[in-house]
């Protein structure tokens, strides 16, 4: 299975958004406190994960423990990037 330039640029933006908010969470930590309330919304699925796993009783610690702040970020740069294509694949075959 030979995989298509469209397939590879998709992975790779999964990627590059997973890194940059993996970045974001870590860098986020040393912001002025102003600025921490109004991006605090980019740490959201950080933040989910934090809570399901508290929920769930799985134990844990997602803010202290990289891999999970790495997979809750991978996670939701994949359904971000998943949905964004439909909806602007749905937009071009519309158009068409």
């Known amino acids: 299975m030979q995989i298509t330039t469209r397939q590879m640029k998709v992975i790779l933006t999964v990627i590059l958004l997973t890194t940059l908010m993996t970045w974001f969470y870590y860098a986020h930590e040393t912001f002025p406190k102003p600025l921490r309330a109004v991006t605090?919304?980019?740490?959201?699925?950080?933040?989910?994960?934090?809570?399901?796993?508290h929920f769930l009783k799985l134990g844990v610690d997602v803010y202290e423990t990289p891999w999970a702040v790495?997979?809750?970020?991978?996670?939701?740069?994949?359904?971000?990037?998943?949905?964004?294509?439909?909806?602007?694949?749905?937009?071009?075959?519309?158009?068409?």
């Open 40 to 53: 605090a919304l980019f740490a959201t699925p950080v933040a989910i994960a934090s809570g399901l796993s």
């Open 70 to 96: 790495i997979l809750s970020n991978l996670i939701f740069s994949t359904l971000l990037i998943y949905l964004a294509d439909k909806l602007f694949n749905r937009k071009k075959l519309k158009d068409e």
